[in-house]
């Protein structure tokens, strides 16, 4: 039986799928369709299990954005993984097309960023509730208007790379809520691409 998203990895402990742009992650108050709910009832019919399936996301992508998307399969594995998400998670690369042309090949970008309002701003670093935010980029392309990016988070904070590259002039394409101009087909996507996630597997 097929699985209803592109599949990545599984074991007994972990599930690795591949999320498309404009998809919820986990289920929310809107009621609409997520990945982990979908994973969920494949799961549930492919390993007849009428009782239900222990799933649960590990990290989120925001639904405008694709790319892999890790889940525990077991409690073990869950509870590991959030006592000690920043020393099992070795690397997390996304490939970003943003708005205009990059000056340089490659750096790091630093900000103290807030969240309010299901949006991220940057602050000044004294800011009450302001929490750190790094990142690195690396030029793969550039055309007329945009450029191709890899980027490493250093950090793990909300909206964090929306919110840092639309700071410095060049938002995501697709991004309305941190002011592209561009649209993408289909609409409430955007141009960013979670591509790879290097874990210490925690059993």
């Known amino acids: ?45 492919r390993d007849q299990k009428p ?21 525990a399969k077991s409690s073990k594995a869950l509870q590991r993984l959030n006592a000690g998400e920043r020393q099992l998670i070795r690397k997390k690369i996304y490939r970003v097309f943003v708005e205009g042309d990059f000056c340089l090949g490659e750096g790091t970008l630093t900000h103290w960023l ?24 690396r030029i793969l392309l550039k055309e007329k208007g945009y450029t191709h990016l890899e980027v490493e988070l250093k950090t793990g904070r909300y909206h964090q790379i929306r919110c840092q590259l ?10 309305k809520k941190y002011g592209s101009t561009h649209n993408l087909s289909p609409p409430g996507v955007i141009a960013l691409h979670h591509a790879f996630l290097q874990i210490e597997h925690p059993v």
């Open 114 to 137: 807030l969240h309010k309002d299901h949006r991220a701003s940057v602050v000044a670093p004294h800011t009450a509730g302001a929490k750190l935010a790094i990142l690195h980029y």
């Open 51 to 71: 009782r239900g399936v222990f799933l649960h996301a590990l990290h989120r992508l925001d639904k405008p954005a694709s790319g892999l998307v890790l889940f």
């Open 166 to 175: 639309a700071y410095i002039g060049h938002p995501i394409l697709g991004d």
């Open 1 to 45: 039986m097929l699985p209803p998203y592109p599949l990545y990895f599984e074991d007994t402990h972990l599930l690795v799928v591949a999320k498309p742009g404009g998809l919820l992650t986990q289920p929310n108050e809107s009621g609409e369709e997520s990945l982990q709910e979908s994973l969920k009832a494949w799961l549930k019919v």
